[in-house]
């Protein structure tokens, strides 16, 4: 069974610009949470997408936003970039109940410059 | 609010010395529990849950964890440690509207 994959791996981009990563579940999952992982904040939570309707927020701006489609894959959009927004996002999936882990992608690492 | 609290950032150890993760969660109801490690430059990966089925859980890599109701604690043990063992720990609990609450993560550290 193919694992979480992100894409792209790596992205650099400049202040003000957008960007948009890209998610792509186990399948079956109908769960997909999105996170931000830095050096100095740790893992922090942005929005989980079940079944194509968002369950959970965190405290982000709202410039980043996401979506789930129908096949349960999803993206995330983080637009006017700033240089604090330089970290490692990672995804996750599951199947979607309370006792059912989340399984992770490799991470999405973005350089904002 | 669900709470998680792993206790020190970072903790050292020697080879073939007991390792042991601290995680405190604070929760009403009866939580599930997860605990992930993470590699550097990579995701992370399940190292064991706890769902209420049994309290001691056995994990991948020789770890297991204890759930204690009464300390509300879940920390994770490993008898004997392996260089291959240094990387970031961290402790979850899930909240009944799904999220995910994780705790600041520990960095293990495997003195030869």
């Known amino acids: 069974k193919a694992g979480v994959t992100q894409t792209p791996r790596y992205l650099i981009k400049t202040r003000g610009q957008q960007v948009t990563l890209s998610c792509s579940p186990i399948?079956?999952?109908?769960?997909v949470s999105w996170y931000q992982q830095t050096p100095g904040q740790g893992l922090q939570f942005l929005f989980e997408?079940?079944?194509?309707?968002?369950?959970n927020k965190g405290n982000f701006p709202g410039r980043f936003s996401g979506r789930q489609f129908s096949n349960s894959r999803s993206e995330m959009n983080v637009s006017t970039l700033e240089l604090g927004d330089s970290a490692l996002y990672l995804c996750?999936?599951?199947?979607?109940?309370?006792?059912?882990?989340?399984?992770f992608g490799p991470g999405t690492r973005l350089t904002v410059l | 609010a669900q709470s998680v609290t792993q206790l020190g950032s970072h903790v050292s150890v020697s080879e073939g010395a007991l390792v042991l993760l601290r995680c405190n969660y604070s929760?009403?109801?009866?939580?599930?529990l997860f605990w992930y490690v993470q590699y550097p430059n990579q995701g992370l990966q399940l190292l064991l849950k706890?769902?209420?089925?049994a309290t001691l859980v056995k994990g991948i890599n020789g770890f297991e964890a204890e759930f204690k109701k009464s300390e509300t604690s879940f920390h994770l043990t490993k008898p004997s440690a392996h260089m291959s063992d240094a990387a970031e720990y961290f402790c979850a609990v899930r909240r009944s509207n799904y999220q995910l609450i994780w705790g600041a993560g520990t960095k293990l550290i495997i003195k030869p």
């Open positions: 399948s079956g999952h109908r769960s």
């Open positions: 706890y769902t209420s089925a």
């Open positions: 929760s009403s109801v009866p939580p599930y």
């Open positions: 997408y079940f079944s194509e309707t968002q369950r």
């Open positions: 996750a999936s599951s199947l979607g109940s309370l006792k059912d882990e989340q399984f």
